[in-house]
């Protein structure tokens, strides 16, 4: 069955598991929602490869699945493949595309719009247990969960992933696949590191086989889950402008610090310099810093002292990376605060 630009299937196409993830476009043509059958209903829904190189959550989906044949799983899955074709070229999204993750709602119409209504419409018909969105960073984080909904049953399935979650409330609105799926059941994005590391596929890997084989999940967190589950919430968004040019050791309009995801989860003390500024330029013309309600805070968290980026504050980022590719395609980093 096809349907705008959607393929749906019953069962795993002959050879699948024996593929990379850029191997897949071999078998699959389009983004395809694969329902796998499973002793217990409403099936789980995990989606893998929204962007083409975060190969993490196909792998770790490759070993459960291996894991089970050829007996029947505890759990229907019903496993959403999604940027195939970015995957063959090992790249977040091809330059005529979208992101993958931004296209569930709210959106003018296109075919990557009409395919995620798609697939959410087809899962209003089945129901879902649990939604997992699985992802890599390109900078060095920990393993964290996302969250858009703070309810008991969501934060449990954050802590069996992490004692990190990110919570993104909901006046963000923000397009995710998450945000679409949350209405139906609980749902959490998942970063697993970065791509293809032992460590990461493991930890995902057995996250899914917990959840898989859970009976129901629990609505009330125990005493112990809370206090060991540390919710963050990202309160702006840095990116830099398409006019300037940056780097992170080559000269350039603006040098930051060589590894600066380093800080990913930890603290840049106020005063610090992230940056060498190497031509004139003011503050709103290095960085692009917005809060939740796209007004420009960037006074708040930075200011030029001679010829450096200077923290005005103490900030903690999340999400920093050295790949100029993806700070285009998405941003910088975020700036988050304890709740």
């Not at 005529?96 to 296209?103: A, C, G, M, S, V």
């Not at 087809?122 to 909904?149: K, S, W």
Request: net charge neutral; hydrophobic share 40%; glycine share 4%.
């Amino acid at each position: 069955m096809q349907s705008l630009g959607l393929t749906i299937g019953d069962r795993l196409p002959e050879g699948i598991l024996d593929l990379e993830a850029d191997q897949l476009w071999h078998l699959l043509q389009r983004p395809t929602l694969i329902h796998i059958a499973g002793d217990r209903y409403p099936p789980l829904f995990i989606s893998v490869l929204l962007h083409g190189n975060e190969t993490t959550g196909w792998l770790a989906v490759r070993q459960l699945l291996r894991q089970y044949q050829p007996q029947k799983l505890p759990r229907a899955i019903s496993l959403f493949i999604g940027n195939v074709s970015a995957a063959r070229f090992a790249q977040r999204r091809l330059s005529d595309q979208p992101d993958y993750n931004r296209i569930w709602g709210r959106q003018a119409p296109s075919p990557e719009v009409s395919m995620a209504e798609a697939v959410v419409q087809e899962m209003q018909r089945r129901g879902v247990f649990a939604c997992i969105d699985l992802h890599n960073n390109t900078g060095d984080n920990p393993f964290y969960a996302c969250l858009v909904r703070r309810d008991g049953q969501s934060q449990y399935l954050a802590s069996l992933f992490s004692p990190i979650a990110l919570y993104y409330p909901p006046h963000t609105a923000a397009p995710l696949l998450v945000n679409a799926f949350a209405p139906l059941a609980p749902a959490v994005l998942l970063e697993c590191g970065k791509p293809n590391r032992p460590e990461g596929i493991e930890r995902a890997y057995t996250f899914l086989r917990q959840v898989l084989e859970l009976k129901s999940i629990p609505s009330q967190l125990n005493s112990e889950i809370t206090s060991e589950l540390s919710i963050l919430q990202a309160i702006a968004t840095i990116k830099i402008p398409h006019h300037i040019q940056f780097g992170f050791a080559e000269p350039a309009d603006l040098v930051f610090l060589p590894q600066i995801d380093r800080y990913n989860f930890g603290l840049i003390p106020q005063g610090t310099a992230i940056a060498k500024i190497c031509r004139p330029l003011s503050l709103d013309q290095c960085l692009q810093v917005c809060d939740d309600y796209q007004r420009d805070v960037s006074q708040q968290f930075f200011q030029i002292v001679q010829d450096r980026l200077v923290t005005a504050t103490s900030i903690q980022p999340a999400m920093l990376t050295l790949d100029p590719l993806i700070i285009r395609q998405d941003c910088f980093c975020y700036l988050m605060t304890s709740l």
